[in-house]
């Protein structure tokens, strides 16, 4: 385990625990006031839950560190299929909450398959153009057919309804797309074909938008003004994200002293846990994890360059594209910025699916770091 400890990216690694630990520790603040009107449950119930979470995370962790990414192939087809499996079972057997019919009740975990999807289709798509590319594959519909799986998971994450997965993980797939390596000329095919279908799927979407989107969904939809709209739960959830940052000020009320988690952010541990953050850290905190953030995502496009073959760049810019989507869905939505679409802040919201997720791509991550170090290692002794 030393061995792996000092191939890996130390810097990603301490920032990663660094933001781990502080955002459990935001979790028992933000959800304390929830937790003690509850009575059956103890205060620290959400805070327990979250470190068993990051406990099993970490043990997925040091499994998948030890596995070469070249072993992904074996799994990856049938993963994909499996998560689009999952993802239409929902629909006979899944629990709704928030109006939103996306888990499975396991009694002592709700499985949120959506949030397996984004990264599986990562996984995925590594797989399958590491291998067109390989073998110089010059038909450009074979490019295509991975894109239009990612979309197939995202049509049925939308049709549940959720807008902020769905676009996630589209993002995730464009993202991919264009960071690749292929022949212009098939990559423009590609993108005259994907282009035509996504024209027609927005049609689709506009004509069918009664039926795919609750009436909640299309309230969210009307950011701008959300104080004008207090009364409205959209609104006043952004409105009191708003009162939350005004309190904190630079410095903070201090730790435990937020007002608005008084239950007047109803998903203060979740999706509003930066507004909390704020109220009680200070704003000068607040720019600090922003930077933080950037600090973070500087060390993966660093370690999606440095890689020495297609597979293991996509692995290390899937996940900086699902990092990023995630980090400016979330603050811009709470900002105003954005329609409020439910998207976690990575590291410091609550969440079980999320967080299992968010953990076992930055360890693959770590795992294309210590790929990348072992090869130079080897090209440096065999110059010799």
């Known amino acids: 385990m ?39 449950v103890p205060s620290n119930y959400y805070f327990v839950r979250q470190l068993l979470i990051l406990g099993v995370s970490f043990l997925l962790s040091i499994i998948f560190l030890k596995i070469p990414t ?19 079972g929902l629909y006979v057997s899944g629990k709704i909450a928030n109006g939103t019919k996306g888990w499975y009740d396991l ?23 590491n291998k067109l590319i390989a073998n110089k ?28 997965t769905a676009l ?18 098939i990559k423009n095919q590609c993108l005259k074909f994907l282009g035509i279908c996504g024209v027609v799927g927005a ?46 000020g630079l410095f903070g ?31 000068i905190v607040g720019i600090f994890i922003i930077i933080g953030y950037a600090f973070i995502l500087y060390r993966i496009l660093l370690i999606a360059k440095a890689s020495t073959n297609v597979r293991n760049s996509i692995l290390a810019y899937g996940t900086f594209i699902y990092l990023l989507l995630h980090i400016l869905i979330n603050l811009m939505g709470v900002l105003a910025l954005i329609p409020l679409t439910g998207v976690p802040l990575p590291f410091f919201s609550y969440g079980g699916s999320f967080t299992l997720n968010e953990v076992f791509m930055l ?14 290692l080897k090209e440096k002794i065999s110059a010799i």
Not at 70 to 88: C, N, P, Q, T
Not at 236 to 248: E, L, R
């Open 2 to 40: 030393k061995k792996i400890l000092a191939k890996m990216d130390l810097w990603l690694l301490t920032l990663t625990v660094l933001y781990l630990i502080l955002g459990s520790i935001m979790i028992y603040s933000a959800s304390s006031i929830l937790t003690f009107l509850k009575q059956d």
């Open 70 to 88: 070249s072993k992904y192939r074996y799994f990856s087809s049938l993963a994909m299929f499996g998560i689009l499996a999952s993802l239409v």
């Open 107 to 129: 009694g002592f975990f709700n499985l949120q398959p959506a949030e397996f999807a984004k990264t599986i289709s990562i996984i995925y798509l590594a797989v399958v153009y």
């Open 137 to 164: 594959e010059k038909n450009y519909l074979k490019y295509i057919a991975p894109l239009v799986l990612c979309g197939v998971a995202a049509g049925l994450v939308l049709l549940q309804p959720d807008l902020g």
């Open 168 to 185: 996630i993980i589209t993002g995730i797939a464009f993202g991919v797309f264009f960071a690749i390596p292929m022949p212009k000329n």
């Open 203 to 248: 049609f689709v979407l506009v004509l069918f938008s009664d039926k795919v989107f609750n009436e909640y969904q299309i309230k969210r939809l009307q950011f701008q003004n959300p104080c004008s709209r207090y009364t409205e739960s959209t609104g006043y959830q952004v409105c009191n994200g708003f009162i939350a940052i005004k309190n904190g």
């Open 253 to 283: 009320l201090g730790f435990g002293n937020s007002t608005q988690k008084y239950l007047y952010l109803p998903e203060a541990h979740t999706d509003f846990i930066f507004p909390i953050i704020i109220e009680e850290l200070g704003l």
């Open 363 to 376: 360890s693959i991550c770590q795992r294309v770091s210590i790929e990348t170090k072992n090869t130079r």
